[in-house]
């Protein structure tokens, strides 16, 4: 079964974009701390904005390289409740509203001193220190949320790989039931060929039987064919049943050439075929016909199996595996947009027909 490649395939691809997310995120929010800071300098401030910009853009890069540090602590507790990185959110918003303060007092008073008229005042740096708690705190909530989404993506993503996974498991499930089924039959018909002194059918039925399973087995389990391919592989089955029932089973095929390109679920009409064979062909003395027909109306194919056996043993495929095998596989495959009707045909005989919509199967490298 080929599986679905899981999340860690797409953690390169993933990661990039959302590492650039996070610098735009912090160069956005520093450059607008910067003009926010600018302009309200500009109101209040006593020096020239030439003295005093250089240093708001050292503090602004101070600031975002803190973010950046913050970044790595809050992806320490990412795997923690959402609650918890909420709480370590604030502790280091506060710790980084101290340092960033400690730090503009050390730019402005003693690396790059300006000419203050009045002593340090530490009440001044507690009231910017909550200037900048405010700031932290404005871009720590914003990185939770992104981060948040971000994960929020990653739990979606991964729910619907699981679900992909485990519909494609269930189907697989479903297709294995097939052959197993068939099989038994099989030989159980082989068995009565040797019982009824006819070998040489035997071998030809057991040759038939060989390239026919070779030829399942070789599919993608689970997977989809081409109705061209799918007719080929009953064709083999059908020449597998001729050689029990040389004289009392014919086969007529009509399906149109515009439907030969279309997506099915592999064996899907392997259950309604032996359906028809055990029940309409094994069951008569007569000549039966068995024909597989198929036509696209408004967006939807619909196939059929039908024969025109005796009456009396028409309705007894329904309670079956073969019918219940193929409506799970149609809705697992394309859910409840696919049905699947079966019944006695008037005058004689079972008809089963299958709808689902139309599509394409694309092609294999």
Same mark, same amino acid.
């Given at each position: 079964?080929?599986?679905? %490649?899981?999340?860690?395939?797409?953690?390169?691809?993933?990661?990039?974009?959302?590492? /650039?997310?996070?610098?735009? !995120?912090?160069?956005?929010?520093?450059?607008?701390?910067?003009?926010?800071?600018?302009?309200?300098?500009?109101?209040?401030?006593?020096?020239?904005?030439?003295? =005093?910009?250089? /240093?708001?853009?050292?503090?602004?890069? +101070?600031?975002?390289?803190?973010?950046?540090?913050?970044?790595?602590?809050?992806?320490? =507790?990412? %795997?923690?409740? +959402?609650? *918890?990185?909420?709480?370590?959110?604030?502790?280091?918003?506060?710790? *980084?509203?101290? #340092?960033?303060?400690?730090?503009?007092?050390?730019?402005?008073?003693? !690396? +790059?001193?300006?000419?203050?008229?009045?002593?340090?005042?530490?009440?001044?740096?507690?009231?910017?220190?909550?200037?900048?708690?405010?700031?932290?705190?404005?871009?720590?909530?914003?990185?939770?949320?992104?981060?948040?989404?971000?994960?929020?993506?990653? /739990?979606?993503?991964?729910?619907?790989?699981?679900?992909?996974?485990?519909?494609?498991?269930?189907?697989?499930?479903?297709?294995?039931?097939? &052959?197993?089924?068939?099989? +038994?039959?099989?030989?159980?018909?082989? %068995?009565?060929? #040797?019982?009824?002194?006819? &070998?040489?059918?035997?071998?030809?039925?057991?040759?038939?039987?060989?390239?026919?399973?070779?030829?399942?087995? %070789?599919?993608?389990? $689970?997977?989809?064919?081409?109705?061209?391919?799918?007719?080929?592989?009953?064709?083999?089955? !059908?020449?597998?049943?001729?050689?029990?029932?040389?004289?009392?089973? /014919? =086969?007529?095929?009509?399906?149109?050439?515009?439907?030969?390109?279309?997506?099915?679920? *592999?064996?899907?009409?392997?259950?309604?075929?032996? &359906?028809? #064979?055990?029940?309409?062909?094994?069951?008569?003395?007569?000549?039966?016909?068995?024909?597989?027909?198929?036509?696209?109306?408004?967006?939807?194919?619909?196939?059929? #199996?039908? &024969?025109?056996?005796?009456?009396? *043993?028409?309705?007894?495929?329904?309670?079956?595996?073969?019918?219940?095998?193929?409506?799970?596989?149609?809705?697992?495959?394309? $859910?409840?947009?696919? =049905?699947?009707?079966?019944?006695?045909?008037?005058? $004689?005989?079972?008809?089963?027909?299958?709808?689902?919509?139309?599509?394409?199967?694309?092609?294999?490298?």
């Amino acid at each position: 079964m080929k599986l679905l %490649s899981p999340a860690p395939d797409k953690a390169p691809m993933d990661m990039a974009p959302r590492r /650039r997310s996070t610098l735009i !995120l912090i160069g956005a929010f520093w450059l607008l701390a910067f003009l926010v800071l600018s302009l309200r300098g500009a109101l209040v401030d006593s020096f020239p904005f030439s003295d =005093v910009a250089p /240093r708001r853009l050292i503090a602004a890069g +101070f600031g975002a390289g803190q973010c950046l540090l913050m970044i790595y602590l809050l992806g320490r =507790v990412r %795997s923690r409740a +959402f609650a *918890a990185q909420i709480a370590s959110g604030l502790l280091l918003a506060l710790a *980084a509203s101290v #340092v960033h303060s400690l730090f503009v007092t050390l730019v402005n008073r003693i !690396l +790059f001193p300006l000419k203050y008229d009045a002593p340090l005042d530490w009440l001044d740096v507690a009231q910017w220190m909550m200037v900048w708690f405010g700031y932290y705190l404005a871009w720590t909530a914003a990185h939770l949320a992104m981060t948040y989404n971000w994960d929020a993506e990653d /739990r979606r993503g991964q729910a619907a790989i699981l679900h992909d996974l485990a519909q494609e498991a269930r189907i697989a499930a479903l297709r294995y039931q097939i &052959n197993p089924h068939f099989l +038994f039959n099989a030989l159980n018909a082989i %068995s009565a060929l #040797v019982g009824e002194g006819r &070998n040489e059918d035997a071998e030809a039925m057991l040759l038939h039987l060989s390239t026919f399973l070779r030829s399942t087995l %070789s599919e993608e389990t $689970g997977g989809e064919v081409d109705l061209r391919g799918e007719i080929a592989l009953q064709r083999m089955y !059908l020449a597998v049943e001729q050689i029990r029932f040389p004289d009392r089973m /014919r =086969v007529e095929v009509d399906l149109p050439m515009a439907l030969a390109d279309t997506a099915v679920p *592999a064996l899907i009409l392997q259950p309604l075929i032996e &359906n028809a #064979v055990r029940y309409g062909v094994g069951r008569s003395e007569q000549l039966t016909t068995i024909r597989i027909g198929g036509a696209l109306r408004a967006g939807q194919v619909v196939l059929s #199996v039908e &024969n025109d056996g005796p009456s009396d *043993a028409a309705g007894r495929p329904g309670t079956g595996l073969g019918l219940a095998n193929v409506r799970a596989r149609l809705q697992a495959h394309y $859910g409840p947009q696919a =049905v699947l009707e079966a019944g006695p045909r008037d005058g $004689g005989g079972f008809l089963a027909a299958m709808t689902f919509p139309w599509r394409r199967r694309a092609c294999q490298g």
